[in-house]
């Protein structure tokens, strides 16, 4: 619970900012955009991993949800989004998550892949937003329902950063389900990205049926062990 933490909160408008290493910030990232009741948020985790799924989130939250340290998931220590995650399956009007696998990833390109994430995320919502507002600089039109995308959105909107939380969380649940079968890799500690001990375990073992085949996995470009 929020009370667990030993740390002063202080009670002041801080937009973008939501903990440090003695304290705990309040954060109070915008409710809406557009001004339609059914806004969805959206985002994805996973855009930079050189293994495993790319994973979207979009969420349509009540008109009076809050909660004391929602921010760009980034910004969040595991342990407050392990927290946030059931808060925000409980009070969200909807959500949904999608995965995108390696494979497909490879086949579209990240950001293809990115998008149509979203894209899934968003038809699982019900009922159907009448406004879509995307974390990042890129999207494409979902259907006939409007959207803007938001630089930064994730630490400007509720609903982005709760999709932000959302997508990051089932993401790296499932990254430490797969290092069960491949430890070497370290994935419950890097989740896939690129870390100097993921890529020292790449050049070592070779890649699994979990890399995507088309990034830069070494940086030296040395031959893979397929």
């Known amino acids: 619970m929020i009370n667990e933490y030993k740390c002063k909160i202080f009670k002041r408008k801080l937009i973008g900012i939501s903990s440090s290493k003695n304290c705990l910030f309040v954060t109070m990232l915008k409710g809406n955009f557009s001004g339609a009741a059914l806004e969805a948020g959206t985002d994805e985790a996973g855009r930079g991993c050189l293994s495993g ?3 979207a989130a979009a969420v349509i939250l009540p008109e009076d949800f809050q909660h004391p340290f929602l921010n760009d998931s980034k910004q969040l220590t595991e342990r407050q989004r392990q927290e946030l995650k059931p808060f925000i399956e409980e009070r969200a009007l909807s959500f949904g998550v999608s995965f995108v696998d390696e494979k497909e990833v490879d086949q579209l390109n990240v950001l ?5 994430a979203m894209h899934r995320a968003v038809k699982q919502l019900n009922p159907l937003p009448e ?3 995307v974390d990042g600089n890129k999207f494409k039109p979902y259907r006939d329902v409007p959207h803007q995308t ?3 959105g994730d630490a400007k909107y509720l609903s982005i950063a709760a999709a932000s939380v959302l997508a990051k969380t089932y993401r790296d649940a499932f990254m430490e389900k797969i290092h069960q079968e491949f430890p070497m890799y370290h ?5 896939g990205y690129p870390t100097k001990q993921h890529r020292e375990a790449i050049r070592e073992y070779g890649i699994t049926k979990y890399h995507r085949k088309t990034f830069r996995l070494l940086p030296d470009q040395l031959k893979l062990k397929l």
């Open 187 to 191: 994935w419950q500690k890097n989740k």
């Open 150 to 152: 938001i630089v930064k």
């Open 112 to 116: 293809q892949a990115s998008i149509a």
């Open 131 to 133: 406004f879509i507002i």
């Open 53 to 55: 799924p790319v994973v």
